[in-house]
């Protein structure tokens, strides 16, 4: 069961378009951290859009393959629960997915989930490139995305460039792809993750 709840000391809320860092968890930290979900082998782009006028904020991968992570190239989202090397973060249950899309889910924007089912094989090779690339500079996470996915067979096609909308439409494009969407207040991302805001004030969904 899933229902520690966490806290996360002075996190910010906004979202923040980005900037690389060398964040390196130690083995022992994330062989611990390690899950594996039981939901079929595949690759989640999540995509923020703006509201009302639909604009693209951030790209990021969730790879399921033999593990479960999240690459979140040039973005604020961070746990001190969660181990993170270079912009792969380790250990994410479904608790912490939803942690993940909540933080990103407001007023102004809404979170959009797409994934395509994949052999275990092709996820675990988006892993290796994933955790290979690196820390994204600000404000490419699409490119960063997208040059981890363009050498996964299945994905060389894949839009290269700075747009997480056109990196999206392509998604939504491919077969299988199975879509859905997530608004602030939305139960279905309800967690037990509670954030401390820089004024001190706590925040959450405690359950």
């Known amino acids: 069961m899933e229902r520690r709840v966490f806290l996360a000391a002075s996190l910010p809320l906004a979202l923040a ?9 130690s083995d022992e930290d994330v062989r611990r951290a390690r899950y594996r979900s ?13 509201i009302p006028r639909g604009e693209g904020g951030h790209s990021g991968l969730m790879l399921n393959g033999s593990q479960r992570v999240l690459y979140d190239p040039a973005g ?7 181990p993170e090397r270079r912009d792969v973060f380790y250990g994410i249950t479904d ?5 993940y899309i909540d933080y ?4 102004t924007y809404f979170v959009a989930e797409d ?9 675990d090779l988006a892993i290796r ?4 690339n690196g820390s994204g500079n600000k ?7 997208a040059r981890v996915l363009s050498g996964v067979p299945g994905f060389e096609t894949v839009p290269r460039g700075f747009s997480p909308l056109r990196l999206r439409e392509w998604f939504l494009r491919q077969p299988g792809v199975i879509s859905r969407e997530y608004r602030d207040g939305d139960p279905a991302i309800a967690h037990d993750v509670m954030i401390r805001r820089k004024d001190g004030t706590i925040i959450g969904q405690a359950r």
Do not use: M, Q, Y
């Open 76 to 82: 604020s989202w961070e746990h001190p629960a969660i």
């Open 38 to 50: 039981s939901e079929p082998p595949g690759i989640t782009l999540f995509t923020v859009i703006g």
């Open 139 to 145: 404000s490419f996470c699409a490119v960063e995305s």
């Open 17 to 25: 378009a980005c900037g690389a860092d060398n964040v390196w968890a």
């Open 95 to 99: 608790n912490i997915k939803r942690f």
């Open 129 to 132: 490139r994933a955790e290979a």
């Open 115 to 123: 994934t395509i089912p994949v052999p275990l094989e092709i996820a």
């Open 104 to 107: 990103h889910a407001r007023s």
